[in-house]
């Protein structure tokens, strides 16, 4: 079965400063896809960014970038010019189009921004 | 457009009770899934199904059930409600097609349960 671990349970940066949330998985499959979802105290699940296995090209949206390490199997998130907004929990996702394309969680990250 | 809606949005069981959960989506999304979110350990996935008459389990099924009998509902029981049953559930809805899997879930806003 498919594991997702975030090693970080808390991370802290300073505003406008940069922060790099890291995630790890398991698994035998060479097709999956990968997610970071950000979770603010509404409790609203929000995507940030998201990555399919088969593209070597990390993602970026905006200010939010992947490194994705295939072999590594590792999917680390990089917040730039972090804002007081971007606080919230963070959590890494795996998603397989082999078992009914059932998304498993990482335990999150919260991540707190200093002004 | 509705999206994911899910009632209750609270409630206060004692242990031993049996409730159901209700989830509906608009969007004639195949994939449907509950997860439960515990303080340090993320969202755990309950019951995913993909299509009417469908189900499967995920991570943690022990105590829930599930069944699909129409594309648009995905309800989840407590057959008897226990203590660590207390948490958020979310439902969770999304296409199956290839091009689907890469789509973000589209969640509901949460059941907050608790359990005495």
């Known amino acids: 079965a498919q594991t997702v671990t975030q090693s970080q349970p808390e991370m802290s940066v300073q505003e406008a400063e940069t922060v790099t949330l890291s995630c790890t998985y398991d698994?035998?499959?060479?097709?999956?896809?990968l997610f970071w979802y950000k979770q603010p105290p509404s409790r609203q699940m929000i995507l940030v960014i998201r990555?399919?296995?088969?593209?070597?090209q990390n993602a970026t949206e905006n200010r939010f970038s992947v490194n994705f390490q295939k072999a590594a199997k590792s999917f680390s998130l990089k917040i730039s010019d972090s804002q007081l907004g971007d606080a919230a929990m963070y959590f890494c996702?795996?998603?397989?189009?082999?078992?009914?394309?059932?998304?498993?969680f990482g335990q999150g990250t919260e991540l707190s921004v200093k002004p | 457009n509705a999206g994911v809606t899910q009632t209750p949005k609270f409630q206060v069981l004692k242990t031993g009770q049996s409730m159901t959960l209700q989830c509906a989506q608009d969007m004639n999304h195949e994939y449907m899934s509950w997860y439960r979110q515990d303080p340090g350990m993320g969202l755990r996935l309950i019951h995913y199904?993909?299509?009417?008459?469908?189900?499967d389990q995920g991570e943690v099924p022990n105590g829930y059930n599930v069944s699909r009998s129409t594309t648009e509902d995905f309800p989840l029981r407590l057959l008897s409600a226990a203590p660590s049953q207390t948490s958020v559930y979310f439902c969770a809805s999304s296409p199956t097609t290839r091009r689907g899997y890469n789509s973000p879930l589209h969640f509901g806003n949460g059941t907050r349960l608790t359990v005495t």
């Open positions: 996702a795996y998603r397989s189009p082999n078992q009914g394309g059932k998304l498993i």
């Open positions: 990555q399919e296995a088969y593209k070597q």
């Open positions: 199904s993909v299509g009417a008459g469908i189900t």
């Open positions: 698994t035998s499959e060479s097709d999956y896809y």
